[in-house]
């Protein structure tokens, strides 16, 4: 049987644009009307099977009813521009779904549907009318049913004839003598004051229609009466407005409304467009082209590789092929392997070869190892890093990689939420490879899958690769980032991995010394707090805590959780001068993280066979290129604390008789700065090698160097390094423990001072307002669509990233650079040194006494002329017999 659906395209636009928060796409385009939109599309077309379909739309602001009430719909506010600009692309989603659309000057998408919904009465046909606006229920009738969304657009409520009797106790028709009485807000329809839907339903319950009502007013009593008689007219008119107008002069043939499915290569085409990765992976888009790159993945012939046949594949490895590494684990130091896929592409047959685990360590699988660590065979894959390691931990050397996916797409885009090969594949068009948890399962239930299963699914991860390599190197070309990535990220990527395998010794025994060390001094902490607090108490937990402090001690209590008092740290560190038993609570809080979190942890990351830890460098998850170190995180040591800097006492050479030798870069975010803003003093200041933060207080203050004091210093240092971080007056103030007003003056007058900083800091934002990214001197991008945004919060936060990711990447890439380049050095120089840890600005090595000199004078070489910039870069070198004594 034939169904018409009728969307009523305002009106969605708007209840999807408000119930949804507001997105947008990597290029800065608003879609979360869009997106709602789209949803209820999907919803409807799956739940209705509509058999016609049509969508209407306002023409414009003026109509016909404008002519009888110039106020007409005067007191809604300005369409929102970040819904505004939507509108085009919910028409272009239209197309992609092929749903016919239709307007007409002077007319209300209402008075077109109206029309078409008379017309389809009169034929007897059954129409289905979606819309977020209740006057749409006067259309109902034994053909049309009136969906009316609620919760935004996710529910709707559905009305025929018997439905309205039901609610409002009403005809149809009489819905327009409602809103005639009680008037519309929204479309500035005045009605009678005074008059709400509760004495509206009742006025009509008793006399039917507004014009038996004003014929009746001798029924009605008191300033009610007078209300009615005062405003007739106004009723009349307002009931008229209300009128859905039904005689729109358009075609209303039933075929020129028949739906007949999407067209799957635009609809997937606007889904990765607007970047709708969830309908993606969702939808089935078969295998419809993706626009000129035929990107979507063709028939796979998945070999699953036995002794029988293995020789097939060696006979077919050439000097150049897609591989992919599967291993299983979050920690590729302790992934476990399931094999290798070679994807062959010989033109004519899409083939892949998975070669599981044991059958490539055996004697069968050494000529596919031999090809492995070959360097003159090049491979393309996904994760080298990960895949390097995870090999590397069982024999197996990889080398010869000249193309890794998801290094690309992360230098594509930093802010990529899902980089997975999966991911990945629906992003760009090839959405047939499965995610592994819809194949392996998650957690308890991991499991691989039956032989042939796994091999297909590998196979066409390892043929997804393939495919994306072509596409992600000419965007690496457009983006100018092809340096970065053969020169910087692909290369670092091995770097890393040799670091990673050779781990750094840990001194065991002495750290499970430092543990009964901290112990000690917790217990002595411990006992100060109770006899402080004058009563004992678990001070880990809050609540015990929260009424010693508020209600025992009577200290000023400010935030209050549903469990009771807030004693974050915020809050403890406030209240650290009204007693001195907070500092003490604070202190124990620190030495228990240490003990828990660096002892105890640390001790569990130990390697038994070879007595190290091997942290892993995450290289693709800041959006600033810095790298993230897990299994143990090596960067968050604390050394704030001199009980924290002891913790480095237990890193120590591998090696009897080596040293550990650290140099760190000094001041490298504001040497960055200096160059990028060419800013004359702050330039000056790195040239004469000045102390920079004694500099700063001396422009800023107007002293001479002799009067600068250590508070003076303090305030400069905090404004700096503010600065480089987008630091707001807020932030300042609580750093410096100032008013904002005068951390907003201080901030103002380092500007003054600093004009090359000021003008810089204004140029970017509008250069990442014009362009929708910022870049690093390394050509590194990182997206900001929020810097358009409306809202004055989400502009600001993206205004300072603009401001400080050219310095903090560039400072990033920098030290990549200096790992890179030191890598190559201690090859070329034939040196035993050992590159161990990369830890913010600082790269740590183990080296033999005999190579000590050297290294001190090699290491601050290489890494002053990583890159060069109009300011000296300068990297401090120390060494002792532990990470500790090389301060």
């Known amino acids: 049987m034939d169904k018409l659906i009728i969307i009523d395209g305002n009106s969605i636009a708007f209840r999807a644009f408000y119930a949804l928060p507001l997105l947008s796409n990597s290029s800065g385009l608003h879609t979360n009307a869009v997106y709602g939109f789209t949803t209820m599309l999907l919803k409807l077309i799956e739940e209705e099977k509509p058999t016609h379909f049509l969508v209407a739309f306002d023409a414009g602001k003026i109509t016909f009813r404008h002519k009888e009430y110039t106020e007409y719909k005067g007191g809604r506010a300005k369409t929102p521009s970040e819904l505004s600009e939507q509108f085009p692309l919910i028409k272009e989603l239209l197309k992609a779904f092929k ?72 005809t149809p028709n009489q819905i327009i003598d409602l809103k005639g009485l009680m008037g519309d807000t929204s479309d500035n329809i005045p009605g009678i004051p005074g008059v709400g839907e509760k004495t509206a339903l009742k006025m009509l319950h008793d006399f039917g229609t507004v014009e038996e009502v004003l014929a009746n007013t001798a029924s009605l009593k008191g300033k009610m009466k007078e209300k009615v008689e005062e405003h007739a007219k106004s009723a009349l008119m307002s009931k008229e407005l209300a009128t859905i107008y039904r005689e729109v002069p358009m075609e209303t043939a039933w075929d020129s409304f028949r739906y007949e499915g999407f067209d799957g290569q635009a609809l997937s085409s606007m889904f990765r467009k607007l970047e709708f990765k969830s309908l993606l992976e969702k939808m089935d888009f078969g295998s419809v082209p993706v626009e000129a790159e035929d990107l979507i993945i063709e028939n796979l012939e998945a070999v699953a590789v036995t002794e029988a046949n293995v020789g097939e594949l060696i006979a077919k490895l050439d000097d150049h092929a897609a591989i992919h590494v599967e291993a299983v684990g979050e920690n590729p130091h302790q992934a476990i392997m399931v094999g290798v896929v070679w994807f062959i592409d010989d033109g004519a047959t899409n083939t892949s070869y998975y070669v599981p685990f044991p059958l490539l360590q055996s004697a069968a699988g050494q000529p596919l190892r031999d090809w492995l660590s070959d360097a003159s065979k090049k491979k393309q894959l996904f994760d080298l890093h990960r895949a390097q390691l995870a090999l590397a931990w069982q024999g197996i050397h990889l080398a010869g990689v000249d193309f890794d996916v998801l290094l690309a797409a992360y230098l594509l885009d930093p802010t990529e939420s899902n980089l997975s090969l999966s991911g990945l594949s629906v992003k760009y068009g090839l959405p047939n490879v499965k995610a592994d948890e819809d194949v392996f399962g998650k957690g308890a239930k991991f499991r691989l899958p039956e032989l042939a299963a796994l091999s297909d699914h590998l196979g066409r991860k390892a043929m997804a690769m393939a495919r994306m390599v072509p596409v992600l190197r000419d965007e690496l070309e457009k983006g100018e980032m092809h340096r970065l990535f053969y020169e910087l990220e692909l290369p670092l990527a091995g770097v890393l991995a040799e670091m990673e395998m050779r781990g750094i010794t840990v001194d065991a025994e002495g750290l499970k010394s430092l543990g009964a060390e901290l112990i000690k001094q917790l217990e002595t902490i411990m006992s100060s707090i109770y006899k402080l607090a004058g009563v004992e108490f678990n001070i880990n937990s809050p609540k015990q805590l929260g009424e010693v402090l508020f209600e025992k001690l009577g200290l000023p209590a400010s935030k209050k959780t549903k469990t009771g008092y807030s004693t974050d740290a915020e809050v403890l560190e406030r209240l650290a001068p009204y007693n001195e038993v907070v500092g003490q609570i604070l202190h124990y809080r620190s030495l228990a993280k240490l003990q828990s979190t660096y002892v105890e942890g640390l001790l569990k990351e130990v390697r038994p066979e070879t007595g190290k830890v091997h942290t892993y460098y995450r290289q693709t998850i800041a959006a600033t290129g810095r790298l993230s170190s ?99 007056e807020y932030g300042l103030s609580q750093n410096l423990d100032i008013t904002r007003k005068e951390a907003g003056q201080f901030i103002e007058q380092y500007f003054a001072v600093f004009q090359g900083v000021r003008r810089y800091m204004d140029e970017i934002v509008k250069d990442a307002r014009r362009d929708g990214y910022v870049t690093t001197l390394l050509q590194r991008r990182r997206y900001l669509p929020e810097i358009t945004a409306s809202n004055f919060n989400i502009r600001s936060f993206a205004e300072r990233t603009a401001m400080n990711t050219p310095i903090q990447g560039t400072a990033a890439d920098i030290i990549k650079l200096a790992m890179v380049q030191m890598a190559d050095r201690l090859v070329k120089e034939g040196l035993k040194s050992r590159m ?8 740590v090595f183990e080296v033999p006494a005999d190579e000590l000199d050297i290294m001190r004078e090699l290491v601050p070489e290489v890494m002053a002329a990583a890159l060069k910039l109009d300011v000296p870069l300068r990297a401090d070198v120390d060494f002792g017999l532990t990470w500790y004594d090389a301060k």
């Open 99 to 170: 749903i016919p659309q239709f307007e007409l000057s002077g007319y209300e998408a209402d008075d077109i549907i109206g029309t078409l919904t008379k017309a389809a009465d009169a034929k007897g046909e059954k129409v289905l009318l979606v819309s977020g606006d209740k006057d749409m229920l006067q259309l109902a009738s034994e053909q049309v049913t009136v969906a009316i969304t609620r919760k935004g657009i996710s529910e709707m409520d559905r009305f025929d004839p018997e439905a309205i009797k039901e609610k409002y106790g009403l």
């Open 630 to 728: 897990q299994f143990p995180n090596l960067q968050n040591i604390p050394i704030r604390l001199e009980e924290g800097r002891k913790i480095r006492k237990v890193f120590v050479p591998s090696e009897p008789g080596w040293y550990i030798l650290a140099a760190d870069y000094s001041q490298i975010e504001l040497r960055v700065l200096a160059h990028i803003s060419q800013d004359e003093k702050l330039t000056e200041a790195f040239l004469e090698n000045m102390d920079i933060h004694t500099k700063t207080a001396m422009d800023v203050f107007g002293v001479e160097e002799s009067a600068v004091d250590s508070n003076m210093r303090r305030q400069a240092k905090a404004v700096n390094f503010g600065i480089v971080y987008g630091i707001s």
């Open 836 to 843: 161990l840890l990369q830890v913010h600005d600082e790269l």
